[in-house]
């Protein structure tokens, strides 16, 4: 059941990417470029997508102790901000910067076939690969949200 779910929320998730237009690297590619061709308007995806799950995931976390698949709710603390975390970030958004696609709407472009997808693709795999076997060199907690 676990995994239907999952399948299916991917689905929803792909199919939003493709409707908000965040699948074409141009479109996000105009929306980070502030002092050129700004296109704001992935600037109302994003704020439509928290209108809607902010309040649905402060309903939900008071009216349940855990998700229907996990133990308990999982709330970034200020732990949790820790370098390898933040040069994660940071390698995120200069890939998102460069190639005008994260992971989600690059997998949705994928079987359009284009150029700069099938680039991207093959070294955002890489990439987590490699982000999976580097060793963890930070201190490891034994306390604190993991999301």
Do not use: Y
Not at 116 to 125: Q, W
């Amino acid at each position: 059941m676990k995994q239907i779910s999952a399948l299916l929320c991917g689905l929803i998730f792909g199919f939003g990417l493709i409707i908000s237009g965040m699948s074409d690297p141009a479109k996000v590619l105009n929306f980070l470029d502030v002092f050129g061709t700004w296109d704001p308007s992935l600037a109302f995806v994003m704020g439509g997508a928290i209108l809607v799950t902010a309040p649905g995931f402060a309903w939900l976390t008071s009216r349940r102790s855990a998700p229907l698949f996990d133990s308990e709710f999982r709330m970034p603390t200020k732990t949790d901000l820790d370098p390898k975390l933040l040069t994660g970030a940071v390698v995120f958004g200069v890939g998102w910067g460069l190639g005008g696609f994260c992971p989600g709407p690059a997998l949705t472009a994928l079987p359009m076939a284009a150029a700069g997808t099938l680039i991207f693709v093959p070294f955002m795999l890489g990439g987590m690969w490699l982000a999976r076997h580097t060793p963890d060199i930070t201190p490891t907690r034994t306390k604190g949200a993991h999301i």
